[in-house]
């Protein structure tokens, strides 16, 4: 498998996470020995000269890190220009907490969230085993860049919403060519399965094993940008997928010896939707399912999670971290007076990390980086509420104007800071 620069490329297969078993024949299965979830695994033996010059000047889309992603030999790769998205410093939390943290602000992918860098992965895959459509289960995000990365690939799309998604998540799917379909919760999952059984649909739920591989690129980017692992990670959890895919990323740093260690991993979740604090104190290998979950983090709003979650977190020395929806509120409108407008599921780790500060919990030498892993602008009955200034109404003649800048403060900025 040659490859740029005499570089060779990981070669990678399917396997059980859980006990390891390879999967040859169906990857979009559950292990047919232990019924847990597929991976895809590396040998790294393959990727010689992956060293720290590997992570520098990549092509500028997550298929810079081909090497070690399950990659299609011979096929072109779907990208709609994912990845590489800005790693921001915040100057308000550095001023008000002395701490170093960080934003990775997955907000600028092409559809505003990191299940850009998924389906870009699954896309690919996809149409190289020769499948016509992608078909997956969604809370908004998921399915808006699944229509996208199908359109980009040239194939078709349905996705199951539940009922309370904003309308603006259905009709950016249709905008991509993308069929939408609402339903009720618990319906999502056997409609799939009645769709994905036809002949040419492939699963971009959570048992497709290669679109997670996509955000292993978040963990390169960060040390390619800090220019070292940082001491925590915080990572808003829903179904885990997201957290799972950024261990794999930093685990293969170490492994192939680019980094010596791997950050804390906090799990970020809305209280109403803590399913893993139970687990993790019972120590517990399973997540259990709740009854009766609720956020206005919306995207987030899963009853159960993977339990590979639990594991990443005890591996890595990590913990989970809950925020109450207040709490969640205030950190959206604090990243807007840093210039970033992020929904309220990707502002958790903001509001949590921020908890953290406030409790002494992270030493000054701790540097944290932060994912934010959507746009606020696809929801926009959120903004009304999020706006800290009413628009004004201003006649032609401006009458209002001057009672206005007074009224809001703004008619001798000059002392403001
Ligand atoms: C904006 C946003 N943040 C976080 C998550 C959580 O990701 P995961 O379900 O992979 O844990 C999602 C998932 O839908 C999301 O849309
Ligand atoms: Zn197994």
């Given at each position: 498998?040659a490859?740029?620069?005499g ?12 006990c390891?078993?390879?999967a ?5 299965a ?12 590396y ?17 500028h ?17 779907v990208?709609?220009g994912?990845g ?5 410093r ?8 002395h ?7 997955e ?35 998921h ?19 539940p ?23 618990d319906?999502r999952?056997?409609?799939?399965e009645?769709?994905?059984?036809r ?5 971009v739920?959570?048992r ?14 960060i ?7 940082p001491?925590?990670?915080f ?7 997201l ?7 930093f685990d293969?740093?170490?492994a192939?010896?680019?980094?010596d ?8 979740q ?8 139970v687990?993790l ?5 399973e ?7 609720y ?16 594991d990443?977190?005890r ?15 205030k ?5 807007g ?8 599921a990707?502002?958790?780790?903001a ?26 602008t696809?929801t ?8 800290q ?16 800048l ?12």
């Open positions: 498998v490859n740029r620069g570089m060779r490329r990981a070669t990678w297969f399917v396997r059980c996470a859980t390891g078993i390879s040859e024949h169906d990857y979009f559950v292990c047919v020995s232990c019924g847990g979830a597929l991976e895809v695994a040998d790294y033996s393959d990727a010689l000269g992956i060293g720290p010059a590997w992570l520098q000047g990549r092509p889309t997550i298929w810079g890190y081909s090497d070690l992603l399950p990659t299609p030999l011979g096929s072109p790769t990208s709609l994912e590489d998205t800005p790693l921001l915040s100057h308000r939390v550095a001023a008000s907490h701490r170093e943290v960080h934003w990775k602000n907000c600028a992918n092409p559809t505003w969230s990191h299940k850009d860098r998924f389906q870009a992965v699954a896309a690919t895959i996809a149409r190289d085993m020769g499948f016509r459509g992608l078909a997956g289960t969604s809370t908004g995000n399915g808006v860049s699944a229509a996208a990365y199908a359109a980009a690939a040239g194939l078709e799309s349905i996705v199951l919403y009922p309370d998604t904003p309308v603006s998540f259905l009709h950016l799917a249709g905008v991509y060519g993308g069929q939408a379909a609402v339903t009720a919760w319906a999952a056997s409609l799939l009645r769709i994905i059984e002949p040419g649909w492939c699963r739920d959570g497709n094993p290669f679109g997670i591989e996509g955000y292993k690129t978040i963990a390169y980017e040390v390619r940008d800090l220019g070292f692992a001491q925590l990670l990572v808003p959890v829903g179904s885990g997928k957290i799972t895919g950024i261990w794999k990323g293969d740093l170490r192939l010896g680019l980094i260690h791997v950050p804390r991993h906090v799990a970020c809305a209280a109403g939707v803590d399913v893993l604090s687990p104190q019972a120590g517990s290998t997540v259990p399912t709740r009854s009766g979950v956020t206005v983090a919306l995207s987030t709003r899963e009853p159960t999670a993977d339990s590979r979650v639990l990443i977190i591996r890595t020395g990590g913990r989970v971290v809950t925020v109450s929806e207040g709490r969640i509120m950190a959206a409108q604090r990243l007076n840093e210039g970033l407008a992020a929904e309220p990707s502002v958790i780790p509001a949590a990390a921020e908890l953290m500060c406030e409790a002494g919990e992270i030493s000054e030498d701790e540097s944290s980086v932060c994912i934010l892993t959507s746009s606020l696809k926009p009955d959120l903004l009304p509420e999020l706006s200034r009413r628009p004004w109404r201003l006649s032609v003649n401006g009458d209002e104007l001057e009672d206005y007074l009224a809001a403060g703004l008619a001798d900025i000059r002392g403001n800071s």
